[in-house]
């Protein structure tokens, strides 16, 4: 098979070049462009429908960009899936396992499907279960298992085989807190014990800190990528939260500085601010205002500078779209 | 953990068949898990064979005031044996291609599509496991062979194996290409047994059309699209076939029903691969 990655310096794992897909009138992708290096856990950040899956999809071989070229590793995916499939590991959104058969059983068909030879396969096995702390499990059908651990048996079949690069598609929603923790914490000694490239999508912010860059993604197109601190100190704002005593005052404030105004949640305020906005408010409204809360830079609010949006306030309505498009028969909840 | 970066590598052929491999036995596994089908497995041919069989049999030589009218050598017990054995492989070759919608709804599908095995491949490991549970099914009614007075040698029964092969074969590739234009479950039941009873009872499979008539005579004492019906039939031709092995009774010509399963097993996975590869 000719599939001997072309040189690139420095090593990409990932390549996106000007990548745009359309779903009949919705352009989901928009010249998308950007690439991961070798070894780098990589967050593609955005509110549901941003283009996330659309573009993780693409990645994996099963939807073809209408133009663009997509490289894993040095591997065109659109030209040579089968070469460029041998190399990821992919955890959808959505479950793929088979329920009716063991955690076992299934992990040994994702090593026979891929081609993996016995003696690794089995060593392979009983190693990811037990990095994913399933080892107890692995006789048990997988229809008993929690959401959880149906998650973390997914992420350990992804990487049965020789995966270099492993795609996760919000391998967090729908977790409680606890859980999605300890799927981070398996992400990260994965990275410690193996060789591997991390690319997640999320729409959960505070997820993305700890990654070693982020690109932020909205209505198709990618609107920073950078490292988590560069992208505060780049785009990030301080937020000024207040609760103002009575509806009146919160009226009059709300109007008083209108241009500065991002956020009306319930009774309270939020405000772009500065030291001197600080002051001036304090200044004229300092009575009339039973609480104050200044946010230093967060990846909250360079979201909120780049897109003009919460992504918390956008993620519910845009998922009951994406919930909306499958019903129709949409592409990627087929 | 064994940090490894050197690629294991296979031949490419060794990978298709490894995976066909691992997707046949899933399918075999989820059938032997599947209660359900089992039962119906087992229950289908007793009811036949015991109920239905002995049932008729005393009206099937069709003596009427002691006059004999049918010269049918046989039994209707023997007579309708081998025609169980192909209602019942019908029934789990066609439910077993209902595991193509459940996949496609719970995601499985997207397993196998995002690894290096060929479309071809994964259909054929479906069919194939579909193939052999049904022919698991059918060899249950081989089981009642003495109950029905069919007495069998060995080469009898690896003949009737292959036979019953070949028709599973062409039956789980139809209740594919069913499911490919079904989405969902309860259509698909419903249409399937639009598909199953009908095809069953006009396969000369429960009657037969007398042979000792002439064709001109035969539409003379059945009604002409009865006939016509039983003739464009398929499963005529494999139940036919499966008479000449198992009580030696044949109708048409030996060899039309091996190759008319065999034009069907072509034409049915092909396709079913086609609408695969679009999908």
């Known amino acids: ?334 | 953990m064994s940090g490894v970066r050197k690629r294991q590598r296979r031949s490419p052929l060794m990978v298709q068949l490894g995976g066909l491999y691992g997707l046949w036995l899933r399918e075999v596994k989820r059938a032997f898990r599947d209660r359900g089908q089992l039962v119906g497995g087992v229950s289908r041919p007793i009811l036949w064979v015991l109920i239905l069989g002995i049932g008729l049999n005393p009206y099937f030589r069709g003596e009427v005031y002691g006059e004999v009218t049918f010269v049918v050598p046989f039994t209707y017990l023997q007579f309708i044996f081998p025609a169980v054995i192909a209602l019942n492989i019908m029934f789990t070759s066609v439910q077993s291609a209902v595991s193509v919608i459940w996949d496609r709804e719970f995601g499985f599908l997207r397993e196998v599509l995002v690894s290096p095995l060929s479309r071809a491949t994964v259909l054929l490991g479906k069919i194939l496991g579909g193939t052999t549970v049904a022919v698991l099914h059918g060899s249950l009614v081989l089981v009642l062979a003495r109950f029905a007075d069919v007495s069998l040698t060995f080469t009898d029964v690896l003949k009737a194996l292959g036979l019953m092969t070949l028709l599973a074969f062409a039956l789980t590739s139809l209740g594919v290409v069913i499911a490919n234009r079904i989405r969902s479950f309860e259509g698909f039941g419903i249409f399937s047994n639009a598909v199953i009873l009908p095809l069953y009872f006009t396969s000369s499979s429960i009657f037969p059309l007398d042979p000792a008539l002439s064709r001109a005579q035969t539409r003379i004492v059945y009604p002409d699209w009865l006939v016509t019906i039983v003739e464009y039939n398929p499963l005529t031709y494999a139940v036919d076939s499966l008479r000449g092995v198992l009580i030696n009774y044949n109708q048409f010509a030996p060899w039309t029903g091996i190759a008319v399963m065999v034009v069907a097993c072509v034409v049915l996975f092909s396709i079913a691969l086609y609408d695969f590869r679009r999908a």
Request: hydrophobic share 40%.
């Open chain 1, 1 to 334: 098979m000719p599939d001997q990655p072309t040189p690139v310096s420095p090593p990409l794992a990932i390549h996106v070049d000007a990548v745009s897909k359309r779903y009949g009138r919705t352009l989901a992708l928009d010249e998308v462009s950007f690439a991961v290096r070798e070894k780098e856990l990589f967050a593609l950040l955005g509110p549901n429908g941003a283009g996330k899956t659309t573009l993780l999809h693409i990645l994996s071989t099963i939807l073809r960009p209408d133009s663009g070229v997509a490289l894993i590793g040095g591997v065109d995916v659109a030209r040579q899936p089968l070469a460029a499939r041998e190399r990821l590991g992919i955890v959808f959104q959505e479950p793929s396992l088979d329920d009716r058969l063991s955690v076992r059983e299934n992990l040994e068909l994702h090593g026979l499907v891929f081609g993996v030879p016995r003696r690794l396969r089995r060593q392979r096995i009983e190693e990811m279960l037990a990095l994913v702390e399933l080892t107890d499990w692995a006789a048990k059908p997988v229809k008993t298992l929690s959401s959880g651990m149906k998650r973390r048996l997914e992420i350990a079949r992804a990487l049965i085989h020789d995966s270099e690069i492993l795609l996760l598609d919000e391998p967090t929603v729908g977790l409680d807190a606890q859980t999605r923790e300890r799927i981070w914490a398996y992400v990260r000694r994965l990275r410690a014990e193996r060789e591997i490239t991390v690319l997640v999508t999320t729409h959960y912010i505070e997820e993305v800190e700890g990654c070693d860059r982020v690109c932020i993604i909205d209505g198709g197109k990618v609107l920073a990528l950078d490292t988590p601190d560069a992208l505060k100190q780049a785009h990030g704002q301080v937020l000024l939260r207040i609760m103002p005593t009575t509806e009146p005052d919160r009226e009059a404030i709300a109007t008083r500085f209108a241009d500065r105004l991002t956020g009306k949640q319930g009774a309270e305020l939020t405000f772009v601010s500065d030291e001197a906005f600080v002051a001036a408010l304090l200044a004229e409204f300092g009575t009339r205002i039973t609480a104050l809360n200044v946010e230093a830079p967060s990846l909250e609010t360079v979201f909120l500078s780049l897109t003009g949006r919460e992504l918390r306030d956008r993620a519910a309505g845009a998922r009951e779209q994406t919930h909306a498009f499958g019903r129709r028969g949409g592409e990627h909840t087929r």
